[in-house]
């Protein structure tokens, strides 16, 4: 395997609610939706951002951890 600086970029998702989605999007010319998960309150999820993916898109209320600090989504 290739060193890559992003396959040890990590976030850190907790649900605020039922419901929340977590997206991943591909990287390359077309940017699309590879992968959905649905968190319920409460849920924790660990994502990893890997040569397939470039971005992560949150949908609803969630706390969402990332080594250059904490926010929130779903005001």
Partial sequence: M???PTNNEYICVKAKENGVQVIGMTRGRD???HHTEK???G???ICQFTENTSAMKIRGK???QTKHGQME???
């Fill in 62 to 64: 969630a706390d969402i």
């Fill in 31 to 33: 940017t699309r939706f």
């Fill in 43 to 45: 849920e924790i999820m």
């Fill in 39 to 41: 968190l319920d309150a």
């Fill in 2 to 4: 290739i060193d890559n």
């Fill in 73 to 75: 989504s779903g005001d």
